[in-house]
């Protein structure tokens, strides 16, 4: 299958589901070919869309693009890697799917970043509502220091007004297991996540994440700061969510992106080249400058 | 060079090191230590339980202390720290975390003036916001004066530990769906709050040892009160007017009150290294 972003576009007008129409995926996309919020599912070659960027700009300052005119899908319940020499804008774009560059000074960001057919970056949306809806793992296992394991799991629920303990006590276990680390952790609940492993810090940032039930999550390097055995871990993490979640990583590791991913975006000089499904951008890639990246004739 | 010279280099600069944080250190002992000389034998039972009166009682070996120097001063300082610790938190917060706000390079310009600024003109200031609109001296007046000092310093050090927690942090709460405003409060703000313990910490030891902002209101007084609204006493404010008075006996009882002052200090500074030790290891573990 091919996805350019170009040809997607085209695609798309007539890959609308309307109603009643067969979908699938429609458990995540609330059934009958719509999404949650009432608008149709889109889809491309029979794969739901669960976001999509269409001319994505991110400048920095005046002049310096972090990323350019990037258009994008990304599949729901699915793996999306982005891959690219550093500097390439992976990270840059990442951060844009969420509005994670509101807070930036001197950063601006143009085109649409679409979540279910609605544009992101609307002037009514609300960025702390879209952040409930797409969460983040960050490359350094960020716990909150002053917080036990239990407090930084419910975290985004309790800081948001959510009090009945009973509520919190499940939430945090579901979180804790489908980040496979309730086993560890759930005798000291109570003590400090600072006090966690490396990569029990990062699965702890998973659960943290989960527990508000994102329906997309972003990771950004998720264990470029681990060992390989916490790397393993996370990946095969990886492949149960996907089963609920729609996934978007950003890895340095090609063969990370090889394993995890189902679809993979190459990204160069601000640009997204080419996306693929993962298997064929790795076996046969379109374009001459992913061949060249990928068979590491460029870093 | 040889090794050896590396190694004599080395013990040099160390011996300049060592010399240097010397003189530093022991201007601070001969002061501590003349002060405790000359203060120690004003040190009595009635020192800590009588009021001061007039100089008549130190002349006829009446009864006679400083305890009404030592709750005002208590008072005054404890009542200028609960009006200053919200003002220079929230601006300390205002100045890191909302840096785009356009009242943000106006704090810090106005923040670094005030810290700047002679002490006495923060009680000028508490003089024409306070006592000239009550309609006297009063002890609330000279709190105010004090919250005026301790201000800058909290908004100050409080920016400064904002600004070295890791950026990461907000991220990481912004992503949960955390708003802002509760990020900063429930999130940064603790991760800092050993350092804005220290800072408030230096405020308040900086303002409990300030006499000139409450010549003018506080004003000061010979006997014992706890009225907000009435003139009260404080120990710096009465070091000096002790070491000014023409009489030995309050001389002695001024070297007495710098003991007490000192003290004062040196406790806050004990128990705040206590709290923000404990702070630091809760984090740690």
Known sequence: MSIRATEQRETAAGE??????????????????FYPNGRPVKKIDGTTVRMETEGLTVRYGVSTFGIQDVSMPVFDRSVTALIGPSGCGKSTFLRALNRMHDLGVDIEV?????????????????????????????????????????????????????????????????ALTDAALWDEVKDRLRSPGGSLSGGQQQRLCIARALAVEPEVLLMDEPTSSLDPNATMRIEQLIQQLKEQVTIVIVTHNMQQAARVSDYTAFFYVGEM????????????PREERTQEYLSGTFS | MTL???????????????????????PLFIIIGYVVINGISALNMDFFTQELGSPARAMRGRPTGLVHSITGTIVIDLVALVMAVPFGIATGIMMSEYQEHPLSPVARLMTSTLNGMPAVLMGLLAYGLVVKNTGGFSALAGSVALAFVMIPIIARTTESVLRVT???????????????????????LPAARAGVVTGILIAFARAAGEAAPLLLTSFGNNYFSLDMTRPMDTLPQ????L???????????????????????????????????????????
């Open chain 1, 16 to 33: 609308i589901v309307g109603a009643g129409g067969a979908a699938t995926g429609v458990a995540a996309t609330g059934g009958n070919g």
């Open chain 1, 110 to 174: 143009t085109g649409a970043a679409i979540l279910d057919g609605e544009n992101i970056y609307e002037p009514q949306v609300d960025a702390v509502t879209i952040r409930r809806r797409i969460g983040m793992v960050f490359q350094k296992p960020t716990p909150f220091p002053t917080k036990s394991i239990y407090e930084n799991v419910c975290a985004g629920l309790r800081l948001v007004g959510m009090r009945r303990k009973n509520v919190l006590d499940e939430a945090v276990e579901k």
């Open chain 1, 273 to 284: 080249v080419e996306i693929s499904r993962t298997q064929q951008i790795f076996s046969s």
């Open chain 2, 4 to 26: 050896k010279a590396r190694y004599a280099r080395d013990a040099i600069i160390q011996i300049v090191m060592v010399l240097l944080t010397a003189l530093v250190v022991i």
């Open chain 2, 166 to 188: 890791p950026w990461g942090l907000r991220e990481a709460g912004l992503s949960l769906g955390i708003p802002r405003w509760k990020v900063t409060t429930s999130l940064v």
């Open chain 2, 238 to 241: 009465r070091l000096y007017s």
């Open chain 2, 243 to 285: 070491a000014i008075s023409p009489y030995k006996q309050w001389h002695a009882m001024g070297w007495g009150g710098a003991i007490i002052l000192l003290l004062f200090v040196m406790i806050t500074f004990l128990v705040g290294r206590l709290v923000i030790r404990r702070m630091e290891r809760q984090m740690e573990q």
